[in-house]
């Protein structure tokens, strides 16, 4: 089993619309969850920290369930620009300074 | 502020070749990461260093790959001799720990690696 899964898409969502992307990871010990995004040919850039309590950045909403080991994050209002490639990213356990990305969900809106 | 800088941005090599990626992290950052990204795998952890010290190179493939990391402001990524299997985009990344807690990793441009 993969430590990060996300469905790769693609996913064509049109403007406006919400989309959502999930995440799961293997590693219960976790302690510190990511969202990246990547545009094409570029280098991935932090987009969101994910809290165990949840939380939004105006249309960006990320949560995580640790239960059931799963990280999702939610985007209203989409825009042409929110088109990119998002990484779901989880952290190993404290101390541990190594990341593990997922292979990405790649979102293209459609105007 | 500058951020992560790497060079070369573009690489075409022969296989065999030996190929040098160099980075310069951000000032003030005592943690460096090299990263691998192809189409099939994705982005793979290769090494980092804290301090200029390796931490961790489990995800080095071979021993054709090596790194070094002589002072804060400068590290390299080596692969000797080069295979096509090789050619992909390598990251460097680096971050610093405050309060205990982890920060952000900051990616270069990288660099794109193609070997024929």
């Known amino acids: 089993r993969k430590e990060v899964e996300q469905d790769p898409g693609p996913f064509n969502v049109p403007e406006g619309a919400t989309v959502a992307f999930n995440c799961t990871y293997s590693?219960?010990?976790?302690?510190?969850f990511f969202w990246y995004r990547q545009d094409c040919r570029k280098e991935p850039k932090l987009l969101m920290s994910?809290?165990?309590s949840g939380n939004e950045d105006g249309r960006f909403t990320a949560q995580l369930n640790r239960a059931s080991q799963y990280i999702s994050l939610l985007i209203r209002d989409s825009k042409l620009s929110d088109s990119a490639t998002y990484l779901c990213?989880?952290?190993?356990?404290?101390?541990?300074?190594?990341?593990?990305f997922g292979t990405g969900t790649r979102l293209t809106i459609i105007p | 502020d500058a951020g992560v800088i790497q060079s070369p941005r573009h690489e075409v090599t022969e296989m065999g070749q030996e190929v040098t990626l160099r980075c310069k992290p951000i000032?003030?950052?005592?943690?460096l990461f090299w990263y691998r990204q192809t189409m099939m795998r994705g982005l793979e952890l290769l090494i980092y260093?804290?301090?200029?010290?390796?931490?961790?190179d489990s995800g080095m493939p071979e021993d054709r790959f090596s790194a070094k990391m002589p002072n804060a402001s400068f590290s390299t990524l080596k692969i000797q001799p080069s295979e096509p299997r090789d050619s992909a985009v390598y990251f460097c990344?680096?971050?610093?720990?405050?309060?205990?807690?982890?920060?952000?990793?900051?990616f270069g441009p990288g660099t794109r690696l193609t070997v024929l």
């Open positions: 990344a680096s971050s610093r720990l405050a309060g205990g807690k982890y920060n952000e990793q900051f």
């Open positions: 590693n219960s010990a976790s302690q510190s």
């Open positions: 994910v809290y165990s």
């Open positions: 990213v989880v952290n190993h356990p404290f101390g541990n300074e190594k990341l593990t």
């Open positions: 000032s003030g950052h005592d943690y």
């Open positions: 260093f804290n301090n200029n010290v390796p931490i961790d």
